[in-house]
Nanobody, 127 residues
Framework: QVKLQESGGGSVQAGGSLRLSCTPS????????MGWFRRGPGKEPEGVAF????????YYARSVKGRFTVSEDKAKSTLHLLMRSLKPEDTGVYLCAAAPRYCGSALEPSAGDFTTWGQGTQVTVSS
């Protein structure tokens, strides 16, 4: 029933920045994990960055740590992903997802554990 509306994708040059946004259409849980998976061309989906909403824990993939930052706009129930210093290998479809589970730095999210998804947004980084 609950859906995630995501936006913010686009095309940028390497070194540029984009900000993705994800907003649930309704209540998910008192606390939950929300963030983004991505699927690059010919690549397996991978967890990118996640926030434990209702807590403070976050998860970042090794490939994006130090460049991507997850933040919450609690007033709007919106999660943002600021992507800085983008690289061509960051190219792919970014899929917002949420699950009523914990997520933290040591726990790589598994797509199979998520049941609430956004429609996806394309991120293209050109050299």
């Amino acid at each position: 029933q609950v859906k995630l509306q995501e936006s913010g994708g686009g095309s940028v040059q390497a070194g540029g920045s984009l900000r993705l946004s994800c907003t649930p259409s309704g209540h998910i849980a008192s606390s939950y994990c929300m963030g983004w998976f991505r699927r690059g061309p010919g690549k397996e989906p991978e967890g990118v960055a996640f926030q434990y909403v209702g807590g403070t824990s976050q998860y970042y993939a090794r490939s994006v740590k130090g460049r991507f930052t997850v933040s919450e706009d609690k007033a709007k129930s919106t999660l943002h992903l600021l992507m800085r210093s983008l690289k061509p290998e960051d190219t792919g479809v970014y899929l917002c997802a949420a699950a009523p589970r914990y997520c933290g730095s040591a726990l790589e999210p598994s797509a199979g554990d998520f049941t609430t998804w956004g429609q996806g947004t394309q991120v293209t980084v050109s050299s």
